[in-house]
């Protein structure tokens, strides 16, 4: 059972960068599609970026170009680096993951496709 926890939100001005971590428990995550949702109240949470177990990456068309996810298979964490941030990205970010391969477009995430879920960091850009 892989636990999950983020951490590097914050509030940043627009325009400026912030990295989000998340940490799993076990080295089994290198096996796991990785991603970052993003949620806000009164919507549903929408998918931001995946990372498969051979680091191949992929960003909804709203972060591309902004956002850079990478792992550090040595430290068990995933890292979703925000640069250029606008008002729109702020939301409540959550990392999950998935035994199971997922070549599915970031826009198209399902959150029942993900059966590990941590808690969520929140991100503010004013």
């Known amino acids: 059972h892989v636990q999950l926890v983020e951490s590097g939100g914050g509030s940043v001005q627009a325009g400026g960068s912030l990295r989000l971590s998340c940490v799993a428990s076990e080295s089994t995550y290198r096996s796991f599609f990785m991603s970052w949702f993003r949620q806000v109240p009164g919507k549903e949470r929408e998918g931001v970026a995946g990372i498969d177990s051979n680091g191949s990456t992929d960003y909804a068309d709203s972060v591309k170009g902004r956002f850079t996810l990478s792992r550090d298979d040595a430290k068990n964490t995933l890292y979703l680096q925000m640069n250029s941030l606008k008002p729109e990205d702020t939301a409540m970010y959550y990392c999950?993951?998935?035994?199971?391969?997922?070549?599915?477009?970031?826009?198209?995430?399902?959150?029942?496709?993900?059966?590990?879920w941590g808690q969520g960091t929140q991100v503010t850009v004013s």
């Open positions: 999950a993951a998935d035994l199971c391969p997922y070549d599915v477009h970031p826009s198209d995430y399902t959150t029942l496709d993900f059966g590990y």
